[in-house]
């Protein structure tokens, strides 16, 4: 018996799909339009540099696990002129307050433990 | 993607590739904003690439200069043929670029038969390593008594990102080289000796702000290393030569192309080098800039072809040669010999 040819490996997040991004705009033009331009604005110099907001939309991207947003702030930060050790320290940031926020909740698991203990 | 190139890509090849990157033709662009095809106006910088060799093998060089590069160097003919038309033509800038400029063994001959016809400012475009090779004693001291300006390239104050680009040590080796020149009284505000930084990305993605890049690289440049330089300017890497050929290996060719074409400036259209330079190869033929000569993309044929037929009634008004690594100067804050060209 043939086996039917293998269905072309598609994976969840592909290079191009961030290009499209705009494309949110189909259903609700008036809610994606808002966000475009408020987004735009958020990295306009302001009291941060563009360079500054830059490194922590880096350390964010890696937070909240977004490979867009990783990809396009990996570029950001270099077109920025940010070292490869001032993105690595953003990460190491991002890793710090992630790591920090699942161990301080160690003080709830005592407070917890504490409470059911003789 | 493309596989990786066997070797230096020849101009008719880059030519082909970048036309088959997948984004619209460089005239194209302009005609979407409405601009009209480039000419060249008076000729304020004349350009002179003496030739390719160079103690360095950098990446991204657009020139494929290095050490092997020892037949394709100006001969002091061309040279005098130079001097010929800066004399007629009396352009405020003669720019040396090469290749190592300083290694050619007419470098210092032709830098002082410029003065002695009293062009306004030469520029040296130098990689500071130079400076330390033995065989080019007192170069730093001659380039400061005749009052060279000094465009200097260091890409980033980050040892790593230099050395990757430019080869194991060159950083290092480019701080000893700035401090030999700061002791020569070169960067100091009231010197009267100009050094100009020269930065290149150093990967595929486009240079930062000017200013902003300026004053981080000067800040981090005295503090770390106690050196000193009057201005920065950032350059876009252009898609040609060994750079493209990079693109090409890393998987980064048509994403880079793209970027440039989606970062098309018109406002940096008006400060293009290609509309006040001529560019002069090793061997006497004339160019719209630097990049064209390395793609082999000759002035239009309605002007002077050669250093050696100069005409300076043909040159003024000729139609600027452009293809699609013409993008390089237009995207984002546009880039040139010069540096951004929006403020």
């Given amino acids: 018996m043939n086996l039917p040819p293998l269905e072309p490996t598609v994976t969840y997040y592909e290079d191009g799909d961030l290009a499209k991004f705009p494309a949110i705009g189909t259903e609700a033009p008036h809610l994606a339009d808002a966000f475009f331009a408020w987004y735009g604005k958020v990295f306009d110099d302001g009291e941060l540099t563009k360079r500054e907001k830059a490194l922590i939309a880096l350390a964010v991207a890696h937070a909240v696990k977004c490979p867009y947003c990783i990809d396009a702030y990996t570029a950001g930060t270099l077109e920025q002129g940010c070292t490869r050790g001032e993105q690595m320290e953003a990460v190491h940031v991002a890793a710090a307050i992630t790591g920090g926020a699942v161990l301080v909740h160690g003080v709830q698991m005592r407070k917890r433990a504490d409470q059911l203990s003789m | ?343």
């Fill in chain 2, 1 to 343: 993607m493309a596989p990786p190139p066997a070797g230096p890509l020849a101009p008719a090849q880059q030519l082909r590739l970048l036309g088959d990157a997948g984004v619209p033709p460089f005239a194209e662009h302009l005609a979407r904003h409405a601009q009209p095809a480039l000419v060249a106006g008076p000729t304020t910088v004349l350009q002179i690439n003496v030739g390719k060799l160079c103690n360095q093998r950098c990446r991204h060089c657009h020139v494929d200069a290095g050490p092997h590069q020892t037949v394709q160097n100006m001969a002091w003919p061309t040279f005098q043929a130079c001097l010929d038309v800066a004399t007629r033509l009396r352009p405020p800038i003669v720019d040396l670029t090469g290749g190592a400029p300083e290694l050619n063994p007419h470098f210092r001959r032709f830098v002082l038969a410029l003065r002695e016809r009293g062009v306004p400012e030469i520029i040296d475009r130098c990689n500071l390593t130079v400076l330390l090779l033995g065989g080019q004693d007192g170069l730093g001291a001659f380039l400061a008594q005749q009052r060279v300006h000094i465009v200097a390239s260091l890409p980033a104050v980050d040892a790593g990102q230099t050395d990757t680009q430019r080869g194991d040590g060159v950083f290092a080796r480019s701080i000893r080289g700035l401090r030999l020149l700061n002791d020569l009284g070169y960067g100091h505000a009231d010197s009267g000796l100009r050094l100009t930084l020269m930065s290149n990305p150093t990967g595929a993605f486009l240079p930062p702000a000017q200013a902003g890049a300026e004053r981080r690289t000067r800040d981090l440049l005295a503090r770390r290393h106690g050196v000193v330089f009057n201005d920065l300017i950032g350059l876009t890497n252009m898609p040609i030569s060994r750079f493209l050929e990079y693109l090409i290996a890393s998987g980064n060719y048509r994403a880079y192309l793209a970027k440039l074409s989606a970062a098309f400036n018109p406002a940096a259209l008006a400060g293009l080098m290609c509309r006040n330079t001529l560019s002069v190869g090793w061997d006497g033929a004339l160019y719209d800039c630097d990049f064209n000569q390395m793609l082999e993309l000759p002035v239009a044929p309605t002007a002077s072809r050669t250093i050696f037929a100069y005409d300076q009634a043909l040159m003024d008004g000729r139609a600027i040669a452009t293809a699609t690594h013409c993008l390089g100067c237009t995207a984002g804050q546009g880039s040139g010999c010069g540096g951004a060209t929006v403020a």
